[in-house]
């Protein structure tokens, strides 16, 4: 069983950045698959970023060049820099774990708000 915890989030102006961070438990944080998740009102979940156990890493291309995803495998810890932020990165974000085999992930976290003002 692995339980994630987000922090981070808040409100930002248009422009502006925030890091979001996930804590995750249990000991074998270093080999799972970890992601980054959004849902904005009305709107379905959608895929952010991912890092791969060994370090690689995918991005959303409304994403990409703006957030870097990251994790520290001695604390435990995935990271999402988020740069330029933009009305529409507006969302709960969420952070997930999977193994890499796995299709979907596995374990959730409870979500963060992060809201980029105009």
């Known amino acids: 069983q692995v339980q994630l915890v987000e922090s981070g989030g808040g409100l930002v102006q248009a422009g502006g950045s925030l890091r979001l961070s996930c804590v995750a438990s249990g000991r074998t944080f270093s080999s799972y698959d970890m992601a980054w998740f959004r849902q904005a009102p009305g709107k379905e979940r959608e895929f952010v970023a991912r890092?791969?156990?060994?370090?690689?890493?995918y991005y959303a291309d409304s994403v990409k060049g703006r957030f870097t995803i990251s994790r520290d495998n001695a604390k435990n810890t995935v990271y999402l820099q988020m740069n330029s932020l933009k009305p529409e990165d507006t969302a709960v974000y969420y952070c997930?774990?999977?193994?890499?085999?796995?299709?979907?992930?596995?374990?959730w976290g409870q979500g963060t708000q992060v809201t980029v003002s105009s």
């Open positions: 997930a774990a999977g193994a890499p085999t796995a299709v979907q992930f596995r374990y």
């Open positions: 890092i791969r156990w060994d370090g690689i890493t």
